[in-house]
């Protein structure tokens, strides 16, 4: 069965289930300018509607702003196992993406309150900025986190 059948059975006929259709595709996902960085590999010896499909999302990225590259080949139709290729890819995705934060440093506990079951918590954040987020859990089973008002509860809290 060729996969244009394979769509049919999954969304129907396009005739009848046009809406459908472009949700099951990426430029469904690349709608907007926060759409994810992408990189595009396609061979000039692809079938016409390969080449294409990749021309058209790549000229829709550039209308929206969105970081992307193209990059073209002649190994058929097949995943890249080109050194170079792959090369520029890790160095696309690792220019664009965000490196692991920190591990916290020492956590300082002060003014404890047994009887209302209280205590400060104070957390080294280790040269993370702002934008990393802290959860505080107690290393029971099943785990607890502390949540907004104080109290242990199952829903992690940032």
């Known amino acids: 069965m060729d996969i244009y059948n394979r769509f049919v059975t ?4 396009t005739a009848t289930n046009l809406a459908v259709w472009p949700m099951q595709g990426a430029p469904y ?3 907007t300018t926060s759409s ?6 396609y061979n000039t010896d692809d079938a016409a509607w390969y080449v294409y499909q990749a021309q058209w999302l790549a000229t829709n990225l550039a209308t929206l702003g969105v970081p992307h590259q193209v990059a ?8 890249t196992t080109n050194f ?11 220019a664009r993406t965000n490196a692991l934060p920190n591990r916290p440093g020492a956590t ?4 404890f309150d047994t009887n209302a079951g209280l205590v ?5 954040a280790n040269g993370n900025g702002a934008p990393v987020l ?20 199952s829903n992690v809290v940032w």
């Not at 170079?84 to 690792?94: A, P, R, S, W």
């Not at 959860?135 to 109290?151: D, L």
Request: aromatic share 14%; net charge positive; glycine share 8%.
């Open 134 to 153: 802290y959860a505080i859990y107690a290393n029971t089973t099943p785990r607890k986190w502390v949540q907004t008002n104080g109290v242990m509860g």
């Open 29 to 31: 996902y690349l709608a």
């Open 84 to 94: 170079t290729t792959l090369t520029n890819i890790y160095n696309f995705f690792k």
């Open 108 to 111: 300082a506990l002060s003014n």
């Open 120 to 124: 400060d918590v104070a957390t080294n």
């Open 72 to 79: 073209t080949g002649t190994s058929g139709h097949k995943v």
């Open 10 to 13: 999954a969304w129907g006929q």
């Open 36 to 41: 994810a960085p992408v990189f595009l590999s």
